[in-house]
Structures are given as C-alpha cells and as structure tokens.
C-alpha cells in the first residue's frame, strides 16, 4: 500500500515539476514501473473478489452491483452514459449487463434500426438493491475494520484523486 501510495504520489506531483521547470517543450516519454500482473492489477483483483464474496449470497458481482446502483440513480439512462458513468468500456458493460437482463433485473425500451437503447431497473432490480445493501455495507465495514477509518478515507481520496486525474 506505501508503494502505491509513492507511485500515486509521484504520477499526481509529475505535472508541477514539469510546469515549473518551462516543459514540456519536448515529448514527454512515462515510465511506469508496474506491467500487467503488477500491483495495481493485482490489488484492483484483490478488491474486486472481497467486495464480490461478501455479494456472493444475492449472486451479484460487484460490477453487476455497480450497474444496478448507477441505474437506481439514474432513472434510466443509455449504453453510453451509463458506459460513461462507470467509467466501463461498452464490452464489459454488455457483459455484466446480460445476466441482470436475462433476471429480470434490468429491463431496456427502444432501440432497433438505429433507434437509442434506455435501460432502467425492474421492480425486481429495485428488491435486489435492498438485498444487497446489507452485504455492501458489510464488506466495507469489514474493510474499514481491517486498514482503520483514516486509512480507509486516505485510500478513497486517493483513489477519487486518480480517476480524476486518469479520466479522459
């Protein structure tokens, strides 16, 4: 965690150096340490499969949930807004959308020849949500238990502070 919090620290104050250095006037060409396997994908696994296991009794994944929240706060909202939203490319959200339609836990209107696909939440979906909320707020329970309050809050705004940063 120290690691990642180094390597966070270093991406996010790059810029400022940069600036106050009169760069970039050359490409700028970025290193970074970690391939894939290495620790961002393995703590983004890491996480996923413990919020998942506390999820696992209403047969939900935590992506899956994710989608039934967005929509709960969406009303109803398009493939590309709720890809937006999530910040989900359209693959993984079709993925995950495919078994809460198939469900019954989301339903789509429209479409065909062109025509936008709206997607919104079932009375079915809606009686999920209150299913799962007790699960959620136990896996995050459990989580701030196990790294602290100020940790937990301090590893959130990181986090907040790289999907900002990232985000195109």
Known sequence: MKMLRVFLLAVLSAP???LSQGYPNKPIRWVVPYTGGGITD???RVVTQFFDSEGRENGIRSTQASILLTLKAFGT??????SESLGMDRTTLVRNLGPLQR????ATHGGGRGGRVELALTVKGRKQIEDLMPS????????VKILG???WS???T???????????
């Open 16 to 18: 400022l150096f940069c």
């Open 42 to 44: 393995v703590v983004t």
């Open 77 to 82: 909202a398009n493939m590309a807004e709720l």
């Open 103 to 106: 469900d019954g836990l989301v």
């Open 136 to 143: 959620w707020h136990a896996a995050q329970s459990a989580a």
């Open 149 to 151: 309050e100020k940790r």
């Open 154 to 156: 301090e590893i959130l």
């Open 158 to 168: 990181d986090l907040e502070t790289v999907a900002a940063a990232l985000k195109k």
